[in-house]
C-alpha cells in the first residue's frame, strides 16, 4: 500500500503542542517535526544549556522551531515538580492561545536489578515518568475538554506482565505511563480527546542508548520513526483513535500502510540479528 502523504503530514496550523523532554533525543526531534507540519510548541526540559554530557537545550530546540516560522516557548521545566507542569500548561495556554496535543515523553531511566536500586532511585523514576504524566494530564485536559479535542500521547511501553529483571523500578514507573493514558482515553472519548502509548521496536538513537551503551550503532534506528508514528496517530480524530498502545511499527503500518522500515535503520540497513526491545 502507498503511504498516505497526509497521515504522514497532517495539516497541524493552529494546532499547539506541549512536548517534555524536548532538549534531545526524540523530544526535541518531535517537537521540530510538529512544526514543520505547521503545530506552535511549548518546549519543555530542564536542560538550558547544552553540555559535552548533554548537548541540547530547550532553547535550541525553540530556535530551530521558530526558523520554521512557527512559535515557539522554551519552558525549563523539572516534570517531578508539579507547579512547574502547571506553569508550563498554563504559560502555553495564555501565551499561544490553546492546547492540542501534549507529549509526555520526558524519561528517567535505570537499568538495574533490586539490590542496585536504591529507593531514591525508585522514587526519580517514579516522578519523572508515571507522576509526571499524570500531573500534565491533569492540567492539560480542562483545556482539551473545553476544545472538545485533544491527543495526549505517553512514551511508555505496552502492558504485560512480563518479569524484566535487571529493570523491575524502571519498568514499575514506565507502565504507570500507560495505565494513565488508558485511564484518560476510557474517561475522555466522549470528550473527542484521545490518549494512547507509543513505544519503539528498536532502540532508538538518543543520549541514553548513547550513555548506557545498548549495543552498537548498527542496532538503532533513528528518531525519525518515532516521529512518523506520531504524527500518524495524530493525523486521525481523537475519538476514532484512543485507548491504543502502539508500537512504532504498528502504527505506521495501520494508520499509515508503511511496511518497509529499512530506511529507519542509523547505519542505512537493518542489522544481521536486531535487537527489539518491545519484548521488555
Same mark, same amino acid.
Given at each position: 500500500?502507498?503511504?498516505?502523504?497526509?497521515?504522514?503530514?497532517?495539516?497541524?496550523?493552529?494546532?499547539?503542542?506541549?512536548?517534555?523532554?524536548?532538549?534531545?533525543?526524540?523530544?526535541?526531534?518531535?517537537?521540530?517535526?510538529?512544526?514543520?507540519?505547521?503545530?506552535?510548541?511549548?518546549?519543555?526540559?530542564?536542560?538550558?544549556?547544552?553540555?559535552?554530557?548533554?548537548?541540547?537545550?530547550?532553547?535550541e530546540t525553540a530556535d530551530a522551531i521558530r526558523a520554521l516560522g512557527r512559535r515557539a516557548l522554551a519552558i525549563p521545566t523539572d516534570v517531578r515538580d508539579e507547579d512547574a507542569i502547571r506553569n508550563l500548561?498554563?504559560?502555553?495556554?495564555?501565551?499561544?492561545?490553546?492546547?492540542?496535543?501534549?507529549?509526555?515523553?520526558?524519561?528517567?531511566?535505570?537499568? &538495574?536489578?533490586?539490590?542496585?536500586?536504591?529507593?531514591?532511585?525508585?522514587?526519580?523514576?517514579?516522578?519523572? #515518568?508515571?507522576?509526571?504524566?499524570?500531573?500534565?494530564?491533569?492540567?492539560?485536559?480542562?483545556?482539551?475538554?473545553? &476544545? &472538545?479535542?485533544?491527543?495526549?500521547?505517553?512514551?511508555?511501553?505496552?502492558? #504485560?506482565d512480563r518479569p524484566s529483571p535487571g529493570k523491575v523500578a524502571y519498568m514499575i514507573s514506565k507502565l504507570g505511563m500507560a495505565r494513565v493514558a488508558l485511564g484518560v482515553a476510557a474517561e475522555h472519548k466522549?470528550?473527542?480527546?484521545?490518549? #494512547?502509548?507509543?513505544?519503539?521496536?528498536?532502540?532508538?538513537?538518543?543520549?541514553?542508548?548513547?550513555?548506557?551503551?545498548?549495543?552498537?550503532?548498527?542496532?538503532?534506528?533513528?528518531?525519525?520513526?518515532?516521529?512518523?508514528?506520531?504524527?500518524?496517530?495524530?493525523?486521525?480524530?481523537?475519538?476514532?483513535?484512543?485507548?491504543? &498502545?502502539?508500537?512504532?511499527?504498528?502504527?505506521?503500518?495501520?494508520?499509515?500502510?508503511?511496511?518497509?522500515?529499512?530506511?529507519?535503520?542509523?547505519?542505512?540497513?537493518?542489522?544481521?540479528?536486531?535487537?527489539?526491545?518491545?519484548?521488555?
Amino acid at each position: 500500500m502507498t503511504p498516505s502523504k497526509s497521515v504522514l503530514h497532517p495539516d497541524l496550523r493552529g494546532r499547539v503542542a506541549v512536548v517534555t523532554g524536548a532538549s534531545r533525543g526524540i523530544g526535541r526531534a518531535l517537537a521540530i517535526r510538529l512544526a514543520q507540519e505547521g503545530a506552535d510548541v511549548a518546549v519543555a526540559a530542564k536542560s538550558e544549556q547544552s553540555t559535552e554530557r548533554l548537548p541540547g537545550s530547550i532553547h535550541e530546540t525553540a530556535d530551530a522551531i521558530r526558523a520554521l516560522g512557527r512559535r515557539a516557548l522554551a519552558i525549563p521545566t523539572d516534570v517531578r515538580d508539579e507547579d512547574a507542569i502547571r506553569n508550563l500548561i498554563e504559560r502555553c495556554v495564555a501565551e499561544l492561545g490553546r492546547l492540542d496535543i501534549l507529549v509526555n515523553n520526558a524519561g528517567a531511566i535505570w537499568m &538495574q536489578p533490586i539490590l542496585q536500586t536504591p529507593p531514591k532511585r525508585f522514587d526519580l523514576m517514579m516522578g519523572v #515518568n508515571a507522576r509526571a504524566a499524570y500531573i500534565a494530564c491533569y492540567y492539560a485536559l480542562p483545556h482539551m475538554v473545553k &476544545q &472538545q479535542w485533544g491527543h495526549v500521547l505517553n512514551m511508555c511501553p505496552q502492558l #504485560n506482565d512480563r518479569p524484566s529483571p535487571g529493570k523491575v523500578a524502571y519498568m514499575i514507573s514506565k507502565l504507570g505511563m500507560a495505565r494513565v493514558a488508558l485511564g484518560v482515553a476510557a474517561e475522555h472519548k466522549r470528550d473527542n480527546i484521545a490518549a #494512547n502509548t507509543l513505544w519503539p521496536r528498536t532502540i532508538i538513537e538518543t543520549q541514553a542508548s548513547i550513555g548506557w551503551k545498548m549495543a552498537d550503532r548498527a542496532q538503532w534506528r533513528t528518531p525519525e520513526i518515532v516521529c512518523d508514528a506520531s504524527l500518524a496517530i495524530f493525523a486521525q480524530e481523537p475519538r476514532t483513535c484512543t485507548g491504543r &498502545q502502539w508500537i512504532d511499527e504498528a502504527a505506521l503500518a495501520g494508520l499509515a500502510g508503511i511496511t518497509d522500515f529499512d530506511r529507519y535503520w542509523c547505519e542505512g540497513k537493518p542489522p544481521a540479528d536486531p535487537i527489539y526491545i518491545d519484548t521488555w
